[in-house]
């Protein structure tokens, strides 16, 4: 198991924000985060991402705890996009996307080909090769969340951990991101954290789901096991239920 968390406690100035949580990312899968606001669904990604030492419990890479893994090589395994970053640099798309290769080569060492190969393969699989030499403070807000992404890939990492990946965005740019979330997982074989908004969004893509309130575990497993009326209702205040729409796919139907 690359990624887990086991009776996990994150604190801020002496208060626990998230208490008891427990994780365990399968491969191939994509682990929706889901719960109103404050349920510190980011927090809980930054305790896996290694950012944040744990009060109690573990976050753990590979059996190892995250916070405490050499930086190069947490970068190696886990690929981290936060909600929010500027794209007020002055640098090309295909700068941003070099930056991956950072874990890999140092900062000073000069670009390999093989390093410019792996950079070309990540802006082609975000779909941004047209892009490449245009100023990432000139795109629209679904470019921009695609070179982070592209250069999430340029890092080789065997897992990703995406923070509210379509904030927003319009309809078409969330499910332009999340499709190319969906086909990294299905085709290079990744395991994928994500917080979610978006119940429709997260029944859509997500393979498991996590339920969170005020930093507690309501419930996890499948979507369908997760989003109950009586799950809905207690932690949104909301009369909802899950239906198959016309596609067959689930959806959130709220009274």
């Not at 889901?34 to 950012?51: E, F, M």
């Not at 309809?171 to 074989?189: A, P, S």
């Not at 309501?218 to 009586?230: I, K, M, R, Y």
């Amino acid at each position: 198991m690359l990624l887990s968390a086991h009776s996990l406690t994150l604190s801020y100035n002496g208060h626990h924000v998230v208490q008891d949580f427990n994780l365990s990312i399968p491969e191939r899968a994509i682990v929706g985060l889901v719960g109103p606001n404050g349920s510190d669904k980011t927090t809980i990604l930054r305790a896996l991402a290694g950012l944040i030492e744990p009060r109690a419990g573990m976050a753990l890479i590979q059996g190892k705890p995250a916070s405490r893994l050499e930086k190069r090589l947490r970068a190696c395994k886990i690929g981290w996009v936060p909600q929010q970053e500027s794209a007020a640099w002055p640098l090309t798309v295909a700068e941003v996307v070099r930056l991956g290769r950072a874990p890999h080569r140092g900062w000073l060492m000069p670009f390999t080909a093989e390093d410019m190969k792996i950079v070309e393969c990540a802006l082609a699989r975000a779909d941004l090769l047209d892009l490449k030499d245009r100023p990432v403070n000139k795109l629209s807000g679904g470019e921009f969340q695609r070179v982070l992404i592209a250069r999430v890939l340029a890092q080789e990492p065997e897992a990703l951990l995406l923070d509210e990946p379509t904030a927003s965005l319009d309809i078409h740019h969330q499910i332009q991101v999340l499709d190319l979330v969906r086909g990294l997982v299905d085709e290079k074989g990744l395991s994928v954290v994500m917080a979610l908004h978006d119940l429709n969004l997260a029944v859509r893509y997500c393979d498991q789901l996590v339920l969170l309130n005020r930093g507690k575990q309501v419930s996890a497993g499948t979507p369908e096991e997760v989003l109950t009326p009586q799950n809905l209702r207690a932690v949104f205040g909301v009369n909802a239920r899950l239906y198959r729409d016309p596609w067959g796919a689930w959806a959130v139907s709220v009274q």
